[in-house]
């Protein structure tokens, strides 16, 4: 019983743990709100994907030597990049736009200058992959690129498969969308790139040429797309006569 935390001291951990996370450089009421509020997100943005964006976000500007100042704004940045989710989730990039102003003025006043809570509510503004443009920040890059996290080729392939599974599709024809969008998005020349933030090429080089190998690899891919289709229950259900 004595190494059982009370909620009260679990809470109090939680919290020294995103602190430290912020260099203790986050004002504790602020910090304070915007835990209680992620908590209430859907779980697709949930603290836990908060948390990984942060430590990425983090990483990434260590990565880039980037000064501290700027630092804070990523971390801030990340943050606040998904607080709109609790209010609706198509929208949420602009939701957390306006809160981002509301917030700090309000909880965390005086600490940045206009020109820096800009960038900020600019950054949650663009965070999202499904952007057309790439970011027009270093800021709002490496934001975008921590919430995109590392390339997964098995997760792009699982949500493609996912999607189609919705719409009824036949596994033959499945099959041979899933990589047809792939190479559309993917390819050498494919529409992922025109919005994908240059930082993210390079820090996670090694992984994006990993993802290309086994874009070219047809035969594997077309196998992993029918194991995908299989494994997520397609083709189980039995059309009515
Ligand atoms: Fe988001
Ligand atoms: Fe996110």
């Known amino acids: ?84 989710c609790r209010y609706e989730r198509s929208q949420h990039h602009l939701i957390g736009y306006g809160l981002t102003y509301e917030l700090l003025g309000r909880l965390w006043p005086d600490e940045f200058n206009d020109d820096e809570v800009m960038t900020i509510a600019t950054a949650v503004l663009e965070h999202r992959s499904s952007n057309h443009y790439k970011p027009s920040s270093l800021i709002s890059s490496i934001v975008s690129v921590a919430d995109s996290g590392a390339p997964d080729f098995a997760k792009y392939v699982r949500r493609a498969v996912q999607f189609r599974l919705k719409k009824n599709m036949e596994e033959l024809h499945v099959v041979e969308d899933v990589y047809k969008h792939l190479l559309e998005k993917f390819g050498a020349e494919g529409y992922h790139w025109k919005s994908y933030p240059e930082i993210g090429m390079d820090f996670f080089k090694k992984e994006w040429d990993d993802f290309s190998e086994k874009l070219y690899d047809e035969k594997s891919t077309l196998e992993l797309i029918r194991e995908t289709y299989v494994t997520l229950g397609g083709g189980s259900v039995t059309q009515p006569n």
């Open 1 to 84: 019983m004595e190494n059982t935390l009370t909620l009260d001291e679990e809470r109090v951990r939680e919290d020294q743990e995103w602190a430290r996370l912020f260099d203790y450089r986050i004002q504790k009421e602020f910090l304070r709100h915007c835990i209680y509020s992620i908590s209430l997100n859907d779980p697709a943005h949930n603290l836990g994907h908060v948390k990984d964006v942060c430590r990425l976000g983090k990483e990434i500007c260590g990565d880039l030597h980037l000064g501290e100042r700027d630092t804070l704004l990523v971390y801030v940045a990340c943050l606040l990049h998904d607080i709109g």
